[in-house]
Nanobody
Framework: QVQLVESGGGLVQPGGSLRLSCVAS????????MGWYRQAPGKERELVAT???????NYADSVKGRFTISRDNAKNTVYLQMNSLKPEDTAVYYC????????????WGQGTQVTVSS
């Protein structure tokens, strides 16, 4: 099993920045991709960004150029730097992890709230 713990959410004004962190523990050796999904009220959970162990990246079109995902394998941590935040970025952000060879997440964090509002 793998445990994921997120931190870094909060309230920010439009145009502001936040940095989310997610620390993984447990059977880390089994994990390839890590990343972030988000779920806004009344909407389905959607992919935000993912990064594989060797650094291959994938972003949702809605966040390209504003969000940056990165990973420190030595610390078992994935980060999401969010800049130029918009009210439509408001959601609960979930860290996720995929086992090798798996196209969809196997493990989820508990979620952290990001609210963009003036």
């Amino acid at each position: 099993q793998v445990q994921l713990v997120e931190s870094g959410g909060g309230l920010v004004q439009p145009g502001g920045s936040l940095r989310l962190s997610c620390v993984a523990s447990g059977s880390i050796f089994s994990i390839d991709a890590m990343g972030w999904y988000r779920q806004a009220p009344g909407k389905e959970r959607e992919l935000v960004a993912t990064i594989t162990r060797i650094g291959s990246l994938n972003y949702a079109d809605s966040v390209k150029g504003r969000f940056t995902i990165s990973r420190d394998n030595a610390k078992n941590t994935v980060y999401l730097q969010m800049n130029s935040l918009k009210p439509e970025d408001t959601a609960v952000y979930y860290c996720n992890a995929n086992r090798y060879g798996r196209p969809t997440p196997d493990f989820w964090g508990q979620g952290t709230q990001v609210t963009v509002s003036s």
